[in-house]
């Protein structure tokens, strides 16, 4: 009887497949995990400095729906996300409206023209708005929860 020493590349190539499919390397299993996480992630950033009107109010909504904004609070921001066509004198859909906005710009130019016109009141919201964008700045923001 002859036994054959040859490889038998049907068996070697199942198991390099089956030891990289189940591999125990953290790194690898983190990566993995990673990636599926990105592919399927909802999580946006604030970034005041360059927002579109659209993303300021779904932020703001979401403060409001967690508890971390009262609607007093919310005033000065959903202000600064209306838009008055020029042309037409009828607001501009903030869903189409896809032209990035300095927010933190926007609310100190609304300050200096509160304190021109005298309203020492818009002043405060739109300084306390300011106040709340700086500590916002870069968080995580829509995030869904559900599994």
């Known amino acids: ?3 054959n020493t040859e490889s038998n590349h049907f068996y070697t190539t199942q198991r ?28 946006k950033q604030a970034d005041f400095s360059s927002m579109t009107r659209k993303e300021m109010f779904d932020w703001m909504n979401d403060q ?3 508890g971390k904004m009262s609607l007093d609070e919310s005033s000065p921001f959903l202000g600064m996300t209306m838009k008055i066509s020029v042309a037409t004198g009828q607001p501009v859909d903030m869903a189409t409206d ?4 300095n927010f933190v710009e926007k609310a100190r130019l609304g300050i200096e023209g509160a304190r021109s016109n005298n309203d020492p009141d818009l ?4 300084q306390a708005a300011i106040e709340i964008m700086s500590k916002q700045q870069g968080q995580a923001f829509g995030v869904d929860t559900r599994a």
């Open 123 to 126: 002043a405060k919201r739109l």
């Open 16 to 43: 390099a497949q089956t030891s990289t499919a189940t591999s125990t390397n953290p790194a690898s299993f983190s990566s993995v995990l990673a990636a599926a996480t990105a592919e399927t992630s909802t999580v």
């Open 98 to 101: 896809t032209t990035r906005i």
């Open 64 to 66: 409001i729906r967690e």
């Open 1 to 3: 009887m002859k036994v």
